[in-house]
């Protein structure tokens, strides 16, 4: 998938952007806060995701503009498309998402056309946050695979709200535990699904992040990914997915309902997974060296990459903010390797801390425009 075309307007400090891409490389330069990590959110809000920089969709808008408009033409193996998401300060809580010209109200259909993979400088808190990240890092990646997956997120984590606004009415007196097996029983088949398919995720994407830190680290630390369910055992998913593991879930919850009636919240299931990483055998969260957590964190997102190319033979788009500049050399030249057939766009503060290889199409962002180095700046004209 390449992006051919994007035109950003009143979206941040960004106005009056039009940029034509190269299919390879494409390199963003400039000095701090002239709108390099805002080009790429642009792009990225393409992708029906939210949360970039985890902030509200309200503030794209440019302070004192009116409205913001971020377009895209992409182009896959199949077809071109136009995509476009627009806002205005009137009405700021309505989105208006076009595809090819069609308008919808909500962002979802946007998740089927424009795939993409962001590295920035938070995503290390896959490694280092709390296991929130992880699970996200899971699900997202999982969902990029198999679109049905976000429907199963979305129904377990409505079951699993109804189920905690029981307990607390139960522990109010408001309503009777009996009430609490049917919520129990949705919950069981819902997560028992969604324990295998994050299973079988991480089992895919780590044996990917093992070979690309392998290569990254030039072959000196091992990376080693395991997805550890609340549930589950390594064992038990060497079953089928079926009754059987729905019913070992649901024991889990009915085991853990005292408890869960005392605290108001459910205690137990998928909402407590956890992926562990380890370098050559420690937690990489709680040993890791500064370098190795962002290696590991850039490993795990170019895994998302490769795991989605492996699947659906359509590269997603790369994003990768303010990573480059950071790593050597020999270092860059293994990332490169890796996404070197994917369409990419890097920021940096400097483009000569690029090794030549990236340096396909320069851009430079200054004072919240992009132009292509060698056209002419608007600035300038
Ligand atoms: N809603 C908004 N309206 C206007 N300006 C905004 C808005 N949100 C962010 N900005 C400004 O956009 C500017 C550019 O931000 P951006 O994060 O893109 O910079 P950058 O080029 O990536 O810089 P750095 O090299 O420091 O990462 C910042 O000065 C920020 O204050
Ligand atoms: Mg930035």
Request: one cysteine or more; glycine letters at 10%; proline letters at 3%.
């Amino acid at each position: 998938m390449i992006i051919t075309h994007v035109s950003v307007d009143g979206f941040r400090n960004l106005s009056g952007v039009s940029v034509n891409p190269s299919a390879g490389f494409n390199v963003i330069s400039g000095k701090n806060a002239q709108g390099k990590t805002n080009f790429l959110e642009a792009m990225w809000i393409l992708s029906g995701c939210r949360s970039f920089r985890g902030s509200k969709e309200r503030d794209y808008l440019k302070i004192g503009g009116e409205s913001m408009r971020s377009e895209m033409t992409v182009k896959d193996s199949r077809r071109e498309q136009t995509i476009s998401y627009s806002m205005s300060r009137s009405s700021p809580d309505v989105r208006s998402i076009e595809i090819n010209g069609v308008g919808y109200g909500g962002t979802r259909p946007l998740f089927g056309v424009f795939k993409c993979i962001s590295f920035t400088p938070e995503d290390k808190e896959i490694v280092k946050g709390p296991p929130e990240k992880r699970r996200a890092f899971m699900d997202m990646g999982a969902s990029q695979l198999d679109p049905s997956m976000v429907m199963m997120i979305n129904r377990f984590n409505a079951v699993m709200s109804q189920r905690n606004a029981l307990l607390k009415k139960i522990m109010r007196g408001q309503a009777d535990s009996s009430q609490l097996d049917v919520w129990d029983r949705q919950t069981a088949r819902l997560g028992a699904k969604l324990s295998f398919m994050r299973h079988a995720y991480v089992s895919a994407a780590g044996n990917i992040c093992s070979e690309l830190y392998g290569a990254i680290s030039g072959g000196s630390e091992n990376l080693e990914l395991s997805y550890r369910s609340n549930v589950f055992s390594e064992g038990d998913f060497e079953n089928a997915f079926g009754p059987q593991a729905c019913e070992l879930y649901y024991k889990k919850l009915t085991d853990s309902r005292e408890r869960d009636l005392i605290s108001g919240t459910t205690s137990a299931g998928a909402g407590r997974d956890e992926i562990l990483v380890k370098i050559d055998g420690m937690s990489a969260r709680e040993y890791g060296s500064q370098g190795q957590i962002k290696s590991t964190a850039l490993v795990m997102k170019l895994a998302q990459a490769q795991a989605f190319m492996r699947k659906c033979s359509e590269p997603p788009v790369i994003f990768l903010d303010d990573v480059m500049g950071e790593l050597d050399g020999d270092r860059q030249r293994s990332v490169f390797e890796i996404i070197r057939d994917m369409q990419v766009f890097v920021t940096v503060p400097n483009a000569d801390a690029v090794i030549p290889e990236m340096k396909g199409r320069l851009f430079t962002a200054e004072g919240g425009r992009i132009y292509e180095q060698n056209s002419v700046s608007p600035h300038r004209e």
